[in-house]
């Protein structure tokens, strides 16, 4: 069994990956805005074109779309670092071909990471069970990669 550094080393690889190739097809609508999600994700209302609730089964994942920000904005890891008090289990950033994207994780409680993907102005959160980062990491960058 993988241990927890284990865990996010393979999540930061598989969510570098995920930034670094194509985007992911589109395959649902939450008002104007077409973004891929994985089977058995479901959008919640009311979701609209910037702000966009998904769940899956009892998790929540949380989708936030700054139309104002480039594929190259910083806009949201700024804000992500804002407070020098809170520490980071991870703190990756990716640049490529003009675009950055970020991926930060934070314990807030006995095997619960908060996981934070990014890609220019979308950002996706969520609260994980230890044991579902490395998965949530990956599809997260995938839908946040595959919003125009």
Do not use: C
């Amino acid at each position: 069994m993988a241990t927890p550094e284990e865990r996010v080393a393979e999540g930061l690889a598989e969510t570098r990956t995920a930034f670094e190739k194509e985007p992911t097809e589109t395959n649902e609508t939450a008002g104007q805005t077409e973004l891929y999600l994985p089977g058995g994700y479901d959008i919640e209302e009311p979701s609209d074109e910037h702000n966009i609730i998904i769940t899956k089964g009892s998790d929540s994942y949380v989708l936030f779309i700054n139309p104002n920000e480039a594929a190259d904005s910083k806009f949201f890891y700024d804000l992500q670092k804002a407070d020098a008090e809170l520490e980071w289990i991870a703190d990756e950033t990716f640049e490529q071909n003009g675009r950055f994207g970020f991926t930060t994780l934070r314990a807030i409680a006995e095997d619960r990471i908060e996981v934070v993907v990014s890609a220019g102005g979308v950002k996706m959160t969520t609260i994980s069970e230890e044991s579902d980062v490395p998965a949530n990491m990956e599809w997260m960058m995938k839908t946040a990669r595959s919003i125009e």
